[in-house]
């Protein structure tokens, strides 16, 4: 298994309202992450996880909550976000944070949308 | 933090070479050179990634200019599926700069 799958796919909340993205991975990676995109923008950097510990938060707003549940789950917990929160979530995976000669591997993203 | 240099747009033909150039002055000694690619509607995609010497894979060639200050990404036959934004990104070997930081990039089109 090389991929990234995330759930769901497209999400459309109300600013008042309580949802979680899912991020999954079986590549034995120890390193996961939060990427955030605007549409026509780069991805940009959200949370990291090294060994199940967050090790950076790139000053996130606190409606935005990370967990790593065990090695292959990520999730992102959202709470009373607001319209400027729409975006393309993408969460991606590596070998090890800090290891600088390997990849990272993305999903597909979750489509947000905050009404 | 040392910081890379695309243009913002380029086009090439279908089944022709395509050369992306990378502006890198800056770089360090320990930086190492990566190049991703996000394709529409998709996330990121490693291509490649270098640190001094020229680089092969099945996807593409990175190729390195001797001072470092320059590379350039080649895509040997482009094809229709290979229209994306092209990313040059360093990264730096146990830095703050180990992560990955996206730029503006390169989109490529490419015409049939």
């Known amino acids: 298994d090389t991929e990234v799958t995330q759930t769901p796919k497209h999400l459309v909340m109300g600013m008042t309202n309580k949802k979680s993205l899912k991020c999954e991975q079986h590549m034995g990676h120890r390193a996961m992450y939060w990427y955030k995109q605007k549409a026509k923008k780069p991805p940009e950097l959200m949370f990291v996880y090294s060994y199940e510990k967050l090790s950076i938060n790139e000053s996130v707003p606190s409606r935005f909550s990370p967990e790593c549940p065990n090695s292959s789950l990520l999730n992102l917990h959202l709470h009373a976000l607001q319209p400027e929160d729409s975006a393309l979530y993408l969460c991606?995976?590596?070998?090890?944070?800090?290891?600088?000669?390997?990849?990272?591997?993305f999903g597909s993203g979750t489509r947000l949308t905050v009404v | 933090d040392a910081k890379t240099t695309q243009p913002n747009s380029m086009e090439s033909n279908e089944e022709e070479p395509v050369h992306l150039p990378c502006n890198h002055s800056t770089i360090s000694g320990t930086d190492y050179i990566h190049w991703y690619r996000q394709l529409p509607s998709q996330g990121p995609e490693y291509v490649i990634h270098?640190?001094?010497s020229n680089v092969n894979n099945r996807m593409a060639s990175l190729a390195i200019a001797e001072d470092r200050k320059s590379s350039t990404l080649i895509l040997h036959r482009a094809t229709l599926r290979d229209a994306a934004v092209y990313y040059c990104i360093l990264r730096n070997y146990g830095g703050a700069t180990n992560k990955l930081i996206f730029g503006t990039g390169t989109l490529l089109a490419v015409q049939p």
């Open positions: 991606a995976s590596s070998q090890e944070s800090d290891r600088v000669t390997y990849g990272y591997t």
């Open positions: 270098g640190l001094t």
